[in-house]
């Protein structure tokens, strides 16, 4: 891996959890961009709250500590080496900093949204969908330098990519992305995330599709035992729209993925796939929430997870329901996978439902290898240890090959169980 | 095909096993040649499948007592995936579904896990393909099976011709077919004992657990033997199995009856 290159350290690291957070917001303020005042804000915020910490909720089973340990200063990655581009994907590079767009030609279809009409709609998504206020959403918003917002208008053929890779220097590695999608327009984008060394790629996602829009989304974030990853999704959908997002993020010191959706009128489709992967002394974390706050919408959320050695899988599932979105029909299953006495496992579902005319089912499973399976293998002369490593693949292919795609040509089983895909 | 000369293949001497604190297996006694076909059969629950199990290495099972020789070789001691390189090959009564593993890569595995087992070369995907789509004709069974997870939605009948499929891939000197042919209907019946019959040979040799005559009216067996309680309590020729069809198996109780008045200590 090429270095990286770095913005001035400081010092002030040591000063606790509270200094950590001053430290950085002290190398990330001033700029003249134009997310400078949206920043100052953000700083502020968070300058005012404490670290999020176990006693709260959605910090629970979550250990911030492999994040406080990093150096608080912005990073801004060298160019790494990658695997070649499908056809039919466009793939930008998204380093914080540099402009994604310069020299790429976009599909028909895909424009830059800038100006006035960018500073005004940014964040519209994620106060819509009670995302705003997020830790991590605060801490991108002070940090981030750069936006890579997108409209789409028609049926996208070229699905795009949007890439980046923290690399192994230290730091912040902070993006932020906006995709509005007019109506009846559909688009294929692929996040993928990677990092090998002691840094934070901190993410924000904010995607509004209009009247039957279509959006099939896919993370896929293979990390680093050094590195951290915050990412937050925020999707905001009209009638008639769908959105699919499929992710599958593992092998981070810390991951932790927040898809937030609201149906705003309820009758749209929202599929939700997941994969998380802790190992070692890792941590993966998903905390999903998905309004319905009309009638009519539909729901359909498959979370799996595997925990290994000392790793940590956390899933929480909320669900609201409120009195007018009668008929939603709304499924969600989390199925987990646990490989070793000393790895742990927390999932909860948390379903709100006022609505009486629904549909919510839900449900959990927690299992190790199955016998019969592994058996029915070895009855086959597959040696037990390559029996198992079937099982576990079988277990990650069913999301990992709904992913977009573009998705095949970063190798997703390899990076993520660091093994040979076939 | 009897020849008292050919070779013993495999030879289970007074087999006792145990599910749990269950003893299920009290004492099965079985010599099988090469060239020989045996027929299994018994009421439900009188342990067939748990002898067929025990063979092929389940850990459920635990072994109490008696010997099993494979090629002369003590079986027992071996890992499952070991057995099935030497050639012992268990066609399962119910097959197990395997979500997300696809089935032509499972075959590919198990295919070059025999290869290896038998001193020849692994295939490489290409030459698999060809192999896997040549053996497909046997059991006539749809090329787009392969691209499925292993048996996942697979109805009963395809499940079976999926594992003769496994059998003809596998090239076994002992297969043991628990119930391949329930729940089939008739053409695949056919179908499933036309491949059994292709596969046989005078080298290997087949133990073929069944319920029904009507397979054994295609399969002729040399031997059939009736198990009940854990042990084999009859064995006879192939009108042994015409009789049983007649009969039923309610000369079993006298029979049991008698032995459980003859302490096993005794024997
Ligand atoms: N894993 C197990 N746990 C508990 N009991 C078992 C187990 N396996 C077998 N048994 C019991 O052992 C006995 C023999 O079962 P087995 O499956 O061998 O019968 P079978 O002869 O194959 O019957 P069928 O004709 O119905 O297939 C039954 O009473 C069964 O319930
Ligand atoms: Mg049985």
Redesign the pocket.
């Known amino acids: 891996m090429v270095a990286a290159s770095l913005s001035t350290p400081t010092a002030a690291a040591g000063a606790g959890p509270g200094g950590w957070i001053a430290a950085l917001l002290a190398t990330a303020s001033g700029g003249a961009d134009a997310l400078a005042a949206s920043r100052q804000r953000a700083a502020q915020a968070l300058a005012q709250i404490p670290l999020p910490s176990r006693r709260d909720e959605a910090w629970r089973f979550t250990d911030l500590a492999p994040l406080t340990a990093l150096n608080p200063t912005l990073l801004t990655p060298a160019p790494a080496a990658q695997p070649e581009v499908a056809a039919g994907s466009l793939r930008l590079h998204l380093d914080g900093r540099s402009d994604p767009l310069a020299g790429i030609s976009l599909p028909a279809g895909v424009e830059p949204i800038s100006g006035a009409e960018l500073s005004e709609t940014l964040g519209q998504v994620l106060a819509a969908t009670g995302s705003a206020d997020l830790w991590p959403v605060l801490l991108n918003g002070a940090t981030a330098r750069s936006v890579l917002a997108l409209r789409v208008r028609g049926a996208v053929p070229t699905s795009l990519e949007l890439v980046s890779d923290a690399g192994g220097g230290e730091g912040i590695l902070s993006l932020r992305l906006l995709l509005l999608l007019e109506p009846g327009a559909s688009v294929e984008v692929l996040q993928v995330h990677r990092s090998s060394g002691a840094n934070l790629t901190s993410v924000v996602l904010e995607a509004r599709l209009r009247e039957g829009a279509v959006l099939r989304h896919g993370l896929l974030a293979p990390g680093d035992g050094a590195a951290c990853l915050l990412a937050t999704v925020a999707v905001e959908q009209a009638t008639g729209s769908r959105y699919s997002g499929v992710s599958a993020h593992g092998g981070w010191a810390l991951g932790r993925l927040e898809p937030r959706l609201v149906q705003r009128e309820g009758a749209a489709h929202s599929a939700l796939k997941a994969l998380q992967l802790a190992d070692g002394r890792q941590i993966s974390d998903t905390h999903s929430q998905m309004v319905f706050a009309g009638p009519g919408g539909r729901l359909e959320q498959l979370h799996k997870a595997v925990a290994d050695g000392h790793g940590r899988s956390v899933f929480n599932g909320a669900v609201q329901v409120p009195r007018l979105a009668q008929r939603t029909d709304a499924a969600q299953l989390s199925r987990n996978l646990l490989l070793s006495d000393r790895a742990r496992i927390d999932t909860k579902p948390e379903l709100e439902i006022v609505a009486d005319d629904v549909r919510c089912a839900h449900g959990a499973t927690v299992s190790r290898l199955q016998q019969d399976e592994l058996f029915y293998l070895q009855s086959r002369g597959i040696a037990a240890d390559q029996a198992a490593r079937l099982l576990l693949r079988g277990f990650c292919e069913e999301v990992l090959q709904e992913l977009p795609a573009a998705a095949a040509a970063w190798q997703p089983l390899v990076s993520l169980l660091g093994e040979e895909g076939r | 095909m009897i020849r008292p000369d050919a070779p013993v293949l495999l030879e289970i001497h007074d087999l006792q096993a145990r ?2 604190d ?1 003893p ?1 297996l009290k004492g099965v006694s079985l010599t099988v040649r090469a060239g020989e076909i045996h027929a299994v059969m ?12 025990v063979l092929a290495g389940h850990p ?2 635990t072994v109490t007592g008696g010997t099993v020789h494979y090629l002369g070789e003590d079986l027992l001691s071996l890992e499952p995936e070991l057995r099935a390189r030497a050639g012992l090959f268990l066609g399962f ?1 119910y097959p197990v579904e395997i979500p997300g593993v696809s089935n032509l890569e499972f075959l590919r595995v198990a295919t070059n896990a025999r290869r290896a087992g038998k001193g020849e070369e692994e295939l490489d995907t290409f030459a698999f393909e060809d192999l896997v789509r040549e053996r497909l004709q046997v059991v006539q069974m749809d090329p787009a099976f392969l691209e499925r997870s292993v048996n996942e939605g697979f109805s009963g009948g395809e499940k079976k011709r999926n594992e003769i499929l496994q059998m003809a891939l596998l090239d076994p000197l002992v297969a043991v077919l ?2 391949t042919d329930s729940g089939l209907d008739i053409d695949a019946l056919r179908i499933v004992a036309g491949g059994v019959n292709h596969l046989a040979g005078p080298d290997n040799a087949t133990l073929l ?1 069944t ?1 029904y005559q009507r397979l054994l009216d295609v399969i002729t067996p040399d031997y059939v033997h009736v ?1 009940a309680a ?1 042990r084999i309590l009859r064995t006879g020729g192939k009108e042994l199995a015409l009789e049983l069809e007649e009969r039923g198996y309610d000369w079993v109780d006298a029979e049991l009856a008698a032995l459980e008045r003859t302490p096993a200590e005794v024997l």
Do not use: F, P
């Open positions: 599910v749990e269950q299920i018994g009421r439900n629950g009188s342990g067939k499948s748990t002898l067929s199990k459920a099972y009564q628990d119930e657990i319920h198990m854990g």
